[in-house]
């Protein structure tokens, strides 16, 4: 992934070392002695954050019509208003492409946050991503608007101060703009511009847990596949439109075939996930602080109706090859799909009232990356270890660290068991406790699986001290 900035080398070294000092701002760091000998290493712990619930709300945000208005922008357009947003903040934005389409328009993602150009130690990767079918653009001009938001508030809203300060937020607004291209303003039904140039739904387009996907991997579902895989997200949520609901994994069912091909009527069985109190809450968080959703009322006399805002997605209509499931089943990514709006493509005039129905949902959500536990895996030298598993006892699906020992995982109140792999470590337990109030910091130190190599590393110190005595000695003596 390469970012579309300009910078000489001296100021990428330059940045680099502010990052480096700014992370002092979120991180202390405890001695630990090398047990092979040599120089000390630096083992980071997190500080704790100042919790969430001590913070006023988020402020109203009424955009600048000269900068962003409440219209829909086509590619070109999209592309100038996020170049200009990154060329005007460059302390909160960066900007990169994960790839093209398949009439090769780029598939932008702008980083906010008040460390965007490097990942800081310490700092979880969210995302949102829009527009996954091209005829349900919503989603696509509330992240633009998003992103206006949050640069022209981080110095006078302390909430999001907070969040930017303490969360890198990747936003893709649109994952198919050739679809877009292609659909119409007013059209709330129907499947012109859903599809991307090839006629594929991307959202069908990922492998499954459940059935083997053959579809042909297409270049935008093979370009987020490979973002998720380089940065370890910790929660994600895709936007929609044509509903009004919250819908969390698993979308597939292992029986999730159609009951009748006349009327493509499928069961209602949900297909529930390890974490589904997680996924149930992430879902109620969004709903909740939604204008409407909560209320579960249904679009059209014929579309079902959702309790409290949220449903199953297997329960609502089971799916193969979904994005929602695969963040999570290979990623530990918890994502949640958010239909946020009756009809597909609504009249450009309504834009506003949906802006003003979701600005604190889109906010409040992206905060729930700070609940639960986080913290680091170490090896014995107080040095991190890269891709160490982690599942927490009784949830089946686990999640890794990153390649500085990070971990992050949202957890409601309650007592907990992690257990922690490394290839090359023996594996270890470690019991810990979440509170609502502040995220559970948490750092394990794995031992060798091979106890000789310890040993002898401890010899050779041993010998080594010996070694210095006697010189001490015979330098005394000379003397």
């Known amino acids: 992934m390469i970012l579309r900035k300009t910078i000489a080398g001296q100021l990428l070294q330059l940045l680099a070392l502010i990052i480096i000092h700014a992370s002092c701002h979120t991180l202390t760091s405890a001695k630990t002695v090398n047990p092979g000998g040599g120089e000390l290493q630096q083992q980071p712990q997190l500080e704790q954050q100042q919790p969430i619930q001590g913070l006023p709300e988020p402020r109203a945000y009424m955009p600048d019509s000269q900068n962003l208005d409440f219209v829909y922008h086509d590619h070109e357009e999209l592309t100038r208003f996020l170049r200009a947003t990154s060329a005007r903040y460059p302390n909160l934005t960066a900007l990169y492409s994960i790839g093209k389409s ?91 511009g859903r599809y991307n140039a090839r006629g594929f739904d991307l959202n069908r387009n990922f492998p499954d847990y459940f059935k083997q996907n053959n579809k042909r991997g297409q270049p935008e579902t093979d370009a987020v596949k490979d973002w998720i895989s380089k940065i370890q997200f910790v929660l994600s949520g895709s936007l929609h439109g044509g509903a009004l609901v919250a819908s969390y994994p698993y979308d597939n069912t292992p029986n999730s075939s159609p009951l009748g091909a006349v009327f493509q009527t499928y069961s209602a069985a949900p297909s529930l996930t ?86 604190l949902s889109l906010i409040k959500f992206l905060a729930e990356a700070h609940r639960g536990v986080q913290g680091f895996v170490f090896d014995p030298a107080g040095m991190p270890i890269e891709r160490a598993s982690i599942k927490i006892k009784g949830r089946d699906v686990g999640f890794q660290t990153t390649k500085y020992g990070e971990f992050w995982r949202i957890l409601l109140p309650g007592y907990y068991k992690a257990e922690v792999f490394a290839e090359g470590f023996a594996p270890r337990e470690v019991e810990f406790v979440i509170v609502e109030q502040h995220p559970t910091l948490l750092n394990v130190t794995l031992q060798s699986s091979k106890p000789y190599l310890v040993a002898s590393s401890v010899a050779s110190s041993v010998t080594t001290a010996k070694t210095r005595r006697v010189n001490d000695k015979l330098q005394l003596a000379a003397d």
């Open 274 to 359: 390890p974490d589904d109190d997680v996924l149930k809450h992430l879902s109620l968080v969004y709903a909740r602080n939604h204008a409407k959703m909560s209320r579960g009322v249904a679009c059209k006399s014929a579309t079902p109706a959702f309790e409290n805002g949220i449903t199953n997605g297997a329960a609502w209509y089971p799916l193969t090859g979904g994005m929602q499931d695969y963040n999570y089943v290979w990623y530990g990514c918890m994502e949640i799909t958010l239909e946020i709006s009756c009809c597909k493509f609504p009249p450009a005039y309504e834009l506003k009232k949906y802006w003003e129905d979701n600005q």
């Open 102 to 192: 398949i009439q090769g328009r780029d598939l932008w993602v702008m980083v906010v946050s008040s460390s965007p150009y490097e990942h800081m130690i310490g700092k979880p990767d969210v995302k949102y991503v829009g527009n996954i079918h091209g005829n349900e653009p919503v989603g696509r001009e509330m992240l633009l608007h998003l992103i206006q938001y949050f640069v022209t508030s981080y110095s006078s809203d302390q909430y999001v101060k907070w969040l930017l300060d303490n969360t890198r937020i990747h936003i893709l607004p649109t994952m198919n703009p050739d679809g877009y291209a292609v659909s119409k303003e007013g059209t709330c039904d129907g499947g012109q």
